[in-house]
């Protein structure tokens, strides 16, 4: 069989597919331990650490200071975001914005004025707006703006004030809102500091409420492809090293239920899937001449094959581990791609025909 250009362009096809996929998801593994345990010394001396990666989302802890000239130097996508907290009080219904949104807006208006009124408008549409709304201010920023202040969207949560630990399923619905608004932006690293926390407040939200949701969240969303987890620099030594044992705790527990010897690919079906495909034109295109429409035949019954193997594995393997249901599924799609040819063949009604014993 000849190799014809046309050939190659169809058994490339799903290939270009795959590394379409991974540069727009570029994460491998879908859950990775990097830092077993976040020590507060390192990240004192080294201001950002990586957890790891946990549903092909890399999570980090920082430390950050808004009015530092520094603040966010680390990032260098052009799509990041911040989440910031704005207080309500519900008999007065009075906007206060917290130190971190002042802290954003004294930046703005020095960097860029009119963003900063676009900020300030963001604001006030959360004035009639419920606890755990969210409003989204989209920074238009030149190179040299966004080089000192390297944001694209602003995320303001509604919380209410003086009601702290009632605040935590407002925060919930809040992070909740906003990992999904990031999503649709495809925003490439959300910063999100401790949303609702006041370590001058006794009642005020804990470390872990904080944190918790943002995990919850991050399961079923593509988006974003980084998270900081942002910590106040002039927070006392204390009040970090509460926040790091937070951390500890829920990133333990979230690499216990994902801890395995060989780490899951990020998208992994997916990927497995246009990678055999591949295979399966390849092979195939040994036997038959590979025309535009041999090629849609043999890719819907192959990927007819591998949603109904799929689906049989899911059936049959409900709650075996993920490595095992991948790995199963990989070596099922394996076999129909090498056997194709043969599988095609087979049919029911021949095991029946008269004579046959």
């Known amino acids: 069989m000849k190799w014809t250009g046309l050939r190659i362009v169809l058994i490339l096809a799903p290939l270009a597919s795959l590394g379409i996929d991974l540069a727009m998801f570029p994460t491998v593994f879908e859950s990775r331990s990097v830092t077993r345990e976040l020590n507060i010394n ?78 300030e408008r963001a604001f006030t549409s959360l004035e009639r707006g419920k606890p755990g709304a969210v409003a989204e201010a989209v920074l238009e920023l030149s190179p040299e703006q966004y080089r000192r202040f390297p944001v694209r969207h602003i995320y303001a949560v509604l919380l209410p004030r003086g009601e702290s630990k009632a605040a935590e399923d407002d925060v919930a619905r809040g992070v909740a809102q906003l990992v999904a608004m990031a999503e649709v932006r495809r925003v490439d690293a959300l910063v999100l500091p401790c949303l609702g926390y006041n370590w001058q407040d006794k009642d005020s939200i804990s470390f872990d409420r904080c944190f918790e949701p943002i995990f919850a969240v991050l399961r079923n969303a593509s988006y974003p492809q980084d998270v900081y987890l942002s910590l106040y620099s002039e927070w006392p030594t204390f009040e970090l090293e509460q926040a790091a044992s937070a951390i500890n705790r829920i990133w333990g527990a979230q690499a216990e239920t994902s801890d395995r010897s060989v780490p ?13 495909l591949a295979l399966c034109l390849l092979v195939c295109s040994m036997i038959v001449a590979l025309t535009l429409r041999s090629f849609l035949i043999i890719a819907s019954v192959f990927l007819g094959m591998a949603a109904a193997a799929a689906a049989a594995i899911d059936t049959f393997l409900t709650g075996y581990d993920a490595a095992l249901r991948f790995w199963v599924n990989a070596a099922a799609l394996l076999i129909v791609a090498l056997g194709l040819p043969s599988l095609v063949h087979w049919d029911p009604k021949d095991i029946f025909k008269k004579g046959r014993r």
């Open 42 to 119: 390192s990240l004192l001396v080294r201001q950002a650490l990586p957890l790891g990666t946990f549903r092909g989302h890399n999570i980090h802890v920082s430390l950050d200071n808004i009015a530092d000239e520094r603040f966010l130097d680390g990032l260098h996508q052009s799509g990041n975001a911040l989440a910031i907290s704005i207080f309500v009080d519900r008999d007065e219904g009075v906007l206060n914005v917290a130190s971190l949104g002042g802290a954003t807006l004294k930046r703005l208006n020095a960097l860029a004025p009119s963003e900063a009124r676009k900020l």
């Open 264 to 276: 899951l690919l990020n998208r992994g079906a997916l990927r497995v899937t246009f990678l055999m």
